[in-house]
């Protein structure tokens, strides 16, 4: 735990079902932190979802009541980023899957952050050295991956560059697991990493027997669970992840393969095009009562 003495204040970038989830779990295992967004409404929609997700944990018995209210007391939510990346000491950048935003926030933040400060992504398609050069610190600069639902999922996929020093290494995995998570060291950089690559397969198997007719995606998501024992079904999940965040990471991972089939399935796109992007708009694949 020696490697994390240097960690007291985390910033997330990004308040939305990952950035939320990363900084109410940083706060819980008692890290001051802020979630930073540029609209003052999409932080609003985050404490309160966050607080409904605590408030029904409680009355499950998960948690205690002080646990959560101290949670909450180490938890800020700001539209000043620069005023709060000044005083950090680890920044975790969950905004969106684009690398020319991405490049220019690292920028920002590099120019910010103070020197010790990491700047780690957690981007699981766009690898930290195609960010990495866009800071003066590319040895403080590595991808630490979470999985959606952050407050539920264990693992965390800490990926270094080939530039990335080991004590960066270090101190993100010592963070991910005093944030209670299970590393899963990735030793070269590869997008989609390990677990969405496996994912990916038979994301695209699903969607490929889907949109050739074979089967109706309720089906396939009743054979993912009742024949293989997986939680949710590949459609399931991608309304869990978000349409779009899926729909994104195909296009990224096109922009670093330029292979067409890494593009997104046309029956993604439809979704995509019609915004209907999974739990959180309460459309995609299914309909719910309301937007999660
Ligand atoms: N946020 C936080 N907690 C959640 C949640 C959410 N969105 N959804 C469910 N939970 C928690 C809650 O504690 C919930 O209990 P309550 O309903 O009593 O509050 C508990 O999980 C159980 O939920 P459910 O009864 O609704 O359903 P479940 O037993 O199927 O569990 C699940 C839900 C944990 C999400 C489970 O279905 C599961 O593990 N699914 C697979 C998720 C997965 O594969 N994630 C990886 C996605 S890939 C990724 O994240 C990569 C990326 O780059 C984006």
Redesign the pocket.
């Given at each position: 735990m020696s490697a994390l003495t240097s960690v007291n204040h985390i910033t997330v970038i990004g308040s939305g079902t990952?950035g939320s989830?990363i900084g109410m779990v940083a706060a819980l295992s008692g890290f001051e932190t802020t979630i930073i967004d540029i609209a003052e409404d999409a932080l609003q929609r985050a404490r309160e979802q966050l607080e409904s997700?605590m408030a029904?944990?409680v009355e499950?018995g998960?948690r205690t009541q002080s646990e959560v209210d101290e949670a909450f007391t180490r938890l800020d939510f700001s539209t000043d980023r620069d005023a709060v990346v000044a005083g950090t000491d680890f920044v975790i950048e969950a905004a969106v899957e684009d690398l020319s935003i991405k490049r220019k926030l690292f920028a920002a933040l590099d120019q910010i952050a103070p020197p010790h400060a990491i700047l780690a992504t957690n981007s699981?398609n766009i690898v930290s050295s195609r960010i990495a050069d866009a800071t003066s610190r590319p040895e403080k600069v590595c991808n630490m991956?979470f999985?959606?639902?952050v407050?539920?999922?264990k693992a965390v996929e800490v990926v270094a560059h080939p530039g990335t020093s080991q004590d960066t290494v270090a101190i993100t995995a010592a963070l991910a697991e005093a944030m209670g998570k299970q590393v899963i060291h990735v030793h070269k950089e590869i997008p989609g990493f390990v677990?969405?690559r496996l994912?990916a397969a038979l994301r695209k198997e699903a969607l490929q027997l889907y949109s050739d007719g074979v089967v109706s995606f309720e089906d396939i998501d009743i054979a993912a669970k009742s024949a293989l024992g997986h939680?949710?079904g590949p459609f399931e999940?991608m309304d869990?992840?978000g349409i779009d965040?899926a729909y994104m990471i195909r296009l990224a991972e096109y922009e670093q393969t330029g292979d067409p089939e890494s593009l997104p399935n046309p029956e993604l796109k439809k979704l995509y095009d019609a915004g209907r992007f999974g739990r959180k708009s309460g459309q995609g694949w299914y309909t719910y009562a309301s937007a999660?």
């Amino acid at each position: 735990m020696s490697a994390l003495t240097s960690v007291n204040h985390i910033t997330v970038i990004g308040s939305g079902t990952m950035g939320s989830q990363i900084g109410m779990v940083a706060a819980l295992s008692g890290f001051e932190t802020t979630i930073i967004d540029i609209a003052e409404d999409a932080l609003q929609r985050a404490r309160e979802q966050l607080e409904s997700r605590m408030a029904r944990d409680v009355e499950k018995g998960r948690r205690t009541q002080s646990e959560v209210d101290e949670a909450f007391t180490r938890l800020d939510f700001s539209t000043d980023r620069d005023a709060v990346v000044a005083g950090t000491d680890f920044v975790i950048e969950a905004a969106v899957e684009d690398l020319s935003i991405k490049r220019k926030l690292f920028a920002a933040l590099d120019q910010i952050a103070p020197p010790h400060a990491i700047l780690a992504t957690n981007s699981s398609n766009i690898v930290s050295s195609r960010i990495a050069d866009a800071t003066s610190r590319p040895e403080k600069v590595c991808n630490m991956h979470f999985f959606n639902p952050v407050l539920v999922m264990k693992a965390v996929e800490v990926v270094a560059h080939p530039g990335t020093s080991q004590d960066t290494v270090a101190i993100t995995a010592a963070l991910a697991e005093a944030m209670g998570k299970q590393v899963i060291h990735v030793h070269k950089e590869i997008p989609g990493f390990v677990a969405n690559r496996l994912l990916a397969a038979l994301r695209k198997e699903a969607l490929q027997l889907y949109s050739d007719g074979v089967v109706s995606f309720e089906d396939i998501d009743i054979a993912a669970k009742s024949a293989l024992g997986h939680p949710m079904g590949p459609f399931e999940l991608m309304d869990l992840v978000g349409i779009d965040v899926a729909y994104m990471i195909r296009l990224a991972e096109y922009e670093q393969t330029g292979d067409p089939e890494s593009l997104p399935n046309p029956e993604l796109k439809k979704l995509y095009d019609a915004g209907r992007f999974g739990r959180k708009s309460g459309q995609g694949w299914y309909t719910y009562a309301s937007a999660t």
